[in-house]
Nanobody
Framework: QVQLVESGGGLVQAGGSLRLSCAAS????????MGWFRQVPGKEREFVAGIWWSGGNTYYADSVKGRFTISRDNTKKAVYLQMNSLKPEDTAVYYC?????????????????WGQGTQVTVSS
């Protein structure tokens, strides 16, 4: 089992940047594929980015490709989401999540472990 805690959210103007962090505790961190998701009220949780166990492979939603970068530091048991050129439509609660296989990594229901979320608000 793994416990996840996100941090780094906040209020930023459009065009600005934020870096989200997710700290993990529990079992061996590098056993897990890590994902970032986001959700706005009334909408389904959507995939943002994913990173494989060693960090060698990453995958992004089309809506954030070229603007967001996911990375991980297995020695620190942490995963990060660098968000640049933020837009008002990026406003959401951002969650990190963990799973142990590569099946359907963009599907929230495939992730058994979740953090509590951190709010990101982008003003226009």
């Amino acid at each position: 089992q793994v416990q996840l805690v996100e941090s780094g959210g906040g209020l930023v103007q459009a065009g600005g940047s934020l870096r989200l962090s997710c700290a993990a505790s529990g079992r061996t961190f590098n056993d897990y594929i890590m994902g970032w998701f986001r959700q706005v009220p009334g909408k389904e949780r959507e995939f943002v980015a994913g990173i494989w166990w060693s960090g060698g492979n990453t995958y992004y939603a089309d809506s954030v490709k070229g603007r967001f970068t996911i990375s991980r530091d297995n020695t620190k048991k942490a995963v990060y989401l660098q968000m640049n050129s933020l837009k008002p439509e990026d406003t959401a609660v951002y969650y990190c999540a963990a799973k142990q296989n590569i099946i359907r990594i963009t599907t929230p229901g495939q992730y058994p472990y979740w953090g509590q979320g951190t709010q990101v608000t982008v003003s226009s």
